[in-house]
């Protein structure tokens, strides 16, 4: 344990009982006031102040993409973005795996009529459905993986058909700024993922007159056996040149000690 970590050990459950189920530090007025600039802080969320420690650890990308299987969903920690500091917790992003051609042939999706407009582009390598700026779209990992950490999970008893129907559905969808998890004619990216798995039921998190979607109570919830998501994996880079690959319960402690040093607001 480092010197001065006040997290509690235990059990995934035990470690994160009580986190990842409030906006913390950001009260009420912060909200409405935010809700009111909603243009500006969108320009200033697309500010990249570095690239992804990521993005130079080919090795790990490697690794971690040769795990994926079609509709895993990935969580990305992002110091290197400035959206990645203003969104409360350790993942600030989400995306779903989509799969390559030859892994969506391997499990008969291929032939869904859902993928006619997109084929050419997975087949370029656009293998991550999103939201951001500028609505739902597929993308390649040299974009969605120039990031600081990058979480995995696989569904567990889902209809990968119905999953991927559900979010091609969804392309051009515009950005919601609000994160308003109730209002589906625009999808922030872990609304997009409740939509794409619906039986699931992820958590919302009443934020001033709507509710919103917290993406560690989600990763939370995998790690607690209260979300049908299973861990594949959790890679960190490091500024050093290095990765490293950790497990449930040094993520459940990661994700405990963001939200300790969140100052309670209700």
Known sequence: MPPGDNTPD??????LAGCCDRIGAYPDWMIR?????????????L?????GWMSGQPAARTLLEDALRPMDVLFFHSDNRVSGLLIPGQFTHGAVYIGTEAQLRAAGLWHLPALDPWRDSIAAGNTYLESVDGG??????DVVLDTDAVVALRPRGVDRAAVLRRGLA???????????????SALFCAELIALMFPA??????????RETILIDGIVAGAL???????????????????????????????IAAQWARRPTQR
Not at 33 to 45: K, Q, T, V, Y
Not at 47 to 51: H, T, Y
Not at 170 to 184: N, S, W
């Open 10 to 15: 235990g059990t995934p459950a035990e470690i």
């Open 33 to 45: 006031l935010a809700d009111a600039n909603a243009e500006p802080l969108r320009r200033l969320g």
């Open 47 to 51: 500010i990249q102040l570095r690239p």
């Open 136 to 141: 739902v779209r597929l993308i390649g990992g």
């Open 170 to 184: 969804r392309m051009g969808v515009p950005f919601d700024m609000r994160f308003d998890a109730g209002d589906p």
């Open 200 to 209: 699931a039921d992820l958590p919302r998190t009443p934020v001033v007159t």
């Open 224 to 254: 607690t056996g209260d979300l049908p998501f299973d861990l594949i994996g959790y890679v960190e880079a490091t500024p050093g040149g290095g990765a490293r690959a950790l497990s449930g319960h040094d993520l459940a402690r990661t």
